[in-house]
Each structure stands twice: as C-alpha cells, then as structure tokens.
C-alpha cells in the first residue's frame, strides 16, 4: 500500500523496524493465535526509512486460530474481524485492501508516531515471500511494483479458447495470478438473463486454481530457462524477455503496449530500458 491508507501514519526508521516487529507487532499476533510470519517486501532493504511494514501470514493459520476446520480457498474481510474480535483487539483500526489487512503500529524510537502496517494473507509463506518480493539495496534503479507490471502484462496475450458471436469477442480464458496462486479464470459479455443482449464489460464466471507454487507458474509463463535470480528485479525480468529463452519472445511488443498502458493508469514513468520502444 506504500503507507497511505491512514493520514497520521509516520515513515518508519531501518534501526527502529526490529524493535517495534518485536515489541508491537508480534504481540498483537501471539493474541490474534498467529505464531508464525515473515516481513516481506522492501523495509529491511532500504536506506534510511521505510512507509510501510509488511507482514505475511499463512491463511490457514487463520483458519485454525479460530476453529474453522474447513479449507479456505480465499481471503475473507469477516473472519479477520472476527479474528481481531476474539483477542479483544476490535479497538485497533483496520481497514481491508482486497486479500490484505491493514493497522497502524506504534512505532519503537519514534515517540507518538505510528507505521502503516499491511497483514498479507497467502496460502503459504514461501509463495508471499516471492509474490512481494523486492529488490536487494543497490541491485535495481525501480521498485518491485514496476516488475509486477511486467510480468502481469503477459496475461493478457496468452488468451485462449476464445468465442465470438458476430465476429465480436464474448468470451475467452486467461491465466491470473493472485495471493493464492494461479487460476485460469473464464470471462465474459453474455447476459445470463438476457442472451440475446451482451453486457457492456467482460465478467470473471470462473476461477479454476492450478498452483501455488512459483516455479511452475514461472515455467507455464515465462518458459522452463527461466531463474529464480531472473526474478530479482525489473532489470532481471526485462532483459530475460528479451532474450530467445523467453517463450513468448514472439509477443513481446504486445506485452510491451500492456505494459506502458499499466503504467500509465497507475501514474508511473516508463523505465528507461523502454522509453525508445
């Protein structure tokens, strides 16, 4: 979230993170029952500050934290209230972004100033932990964010089992990837009601997982040479697709114009590496 989802948060200092993890955050998730978590993303990996702390959590420790014996397939916004609810922890502001719980933390070393902190749900901690990702110190001249851009451009040209009616596209399937793994979803325009009348945007009528595991979704995506090191960075990705062990070298100025239109409705610059292209 970058730390804006409250106003009176406060960037936190890299000599301050350890203790407040430490002394405010693993207190408040010893009572919420959850005894294991990593710190992802970039805060331990920069300068001088971070905006936000980000924390993943293993989803069925969720579960078992309140009793639920049945598999959860998906983040839900009700049982971490209820979660919070049951540890006498409802005073604690929190607000909900999609699979993601977010609170503020006092923060240790900084009298009266509190750290957005990011709850971040997934099936495993190892798939969270390459999910967000961030670039070592000095290794990339861009944030992660920028890579995700990237590699999510893909998606969109690797459709497949498309229909048309009348020439026109109404329904197809495309690979997705959220913080619980893979899925193939199936869109599209038919009015269930109505057949005859199309609707005006593409609807998700079916989500079917594949895997949560990132080899293999790097394998189908991006092709069998693909590194884990190749994932490093938006440097790392960029150059692996432009190389021929790239299996979708072929469509790269399709991905490219995704990935300038990504960039565009979310107010980023284009890295250099494109800006002739």
Do not use: C
Not at 182 to 196: A, D, G, L, R
Request: no cysteine.
């Amino acid at each position: 979230m970058g730390g804006n989802a409250f106003d009176y948060v406060s960037r936190i200092e890299q000599k301050n993170i350890m203790p407040t993890l430490k002394q405010e955050v693993e207190p408040i998730l010893n009572k919420l029952g959850i005894k294991n978590y990593k710190l992802l993303g970039s805060a331990l990996k920069k300068d001088e500050s971070s905006g936000d702390l980000d924390i993943g959590i293993e989803w069925n420790d969720v579960l078992k934290a309140l009793n639920k014996s049945e598999i959860s397939n998906g983040f839900s916004a009700d049982l971490v209230k209820e979660l919070f609810r049951n540890a006498n922890l409802s005073h604690i502001p929190i607000k909900f972004f999609g699979a993601m719980a977010t609170i503020t933390i006092p923060i240790i070393g900084q009298e009266n100033e509190f750290v957005q902190t990011d709850l971040m749900f997934f099936n495993d901690l190892e798939y969270g932990e390459l999910a967000k990702y961030s670039p070592e110190k000095n290794t990339s001249n861009y944030k992660s964010v920028i890579k995700n851009f990237l590699f999510y451009s893909i998606f969109p040209v690797l459709r497949f089992d498309e229909k048309y009616i009348n020439d026109m596209l109404v329904e197809y399937k495309q690979y997705m990837v959220n913080d619980i793994g893979m899925f193939i979803k199936t869109v599209n325009k038919i009015n269930q009601k109505k057949p005859e009348k199309l609707l005006k945007n593409f609807k998700i009528i079916n989500k079917k997982f594949i895997t949560s595991n990132w080899n293999e979704i790097w394998n189908l995506i991006l092709g069998p040479k693909f590194k884990k090191s190749d994932w490093n960075s938006f440097e790392t990705l960029y150059n692996f697709m432009n190389s021929t062990d790239f299996k979708h070298n072929d469509k790269l100025n399709e991905i490219i114009i995704n990935f300038k239109d990504a960039l565009d409705k979310n107010n980023y610059k284009y890295p250099k590496e494109i800006e002739g292209e």
